[in-house]
Nanobody, 123 residues
């Protein structure tokens, strides 16, 4: 059984900061890319940032310079440091991991999603 658990969401004023965490647990062999996505009401889910196992990162244009993704491979955890938050950053933020795990004497590779954490930016 593999789980992704996010934490760190909440309500923040415009210009404020939040740090999201996502930890993967279970019979995990390897975690390749980890990413953060978000979905605002009435909109499609979109990529915010991604990070490979060797630390290469990519960001959506809307968050460049304000948001930083990082990971701790020893803890199977990814982080999203969000600064200078804007009301348009309000959304449910989801963690995603492309990983390989051990199940029934086999290694299986697939994507996993967390349950989501709400981020609300409002005065």
């Amino acid at each position: 059984q593999v789980q992704l658990v996010e934490s760190g969401g909440g309500l923040v004023h415009p210009g404020g900061s939040l740090r999201l965490s996502c930890t993967a647990s279970g019979s995990i062999s390897s975690i390749y890319t980890m990413g953060w996505y978000r979905q605002a009401p009435g909109k499609q889910r979109e990529l915010v940032a991604g990070i490979t196992s060797d630390g290469s990162t990519n960001y959506s244009d809307s968050v460049k310079g304000r948001i930083t993704i990082s990971r701790d491979n020893a803890k199977n955890t990814a982080y999203l440091q969000m600064n200078s938050l804007k009301p348009e950053d309000t959304a449910v933020y989801y963690c995603n991991a492309d990983l390989k795990y051990y199940r029934n004497n086999l290694y299986v590779r697939r994507d996993y999603w967390g349950q989501g954490t709400q981020v609300t930016v409002s005065s």
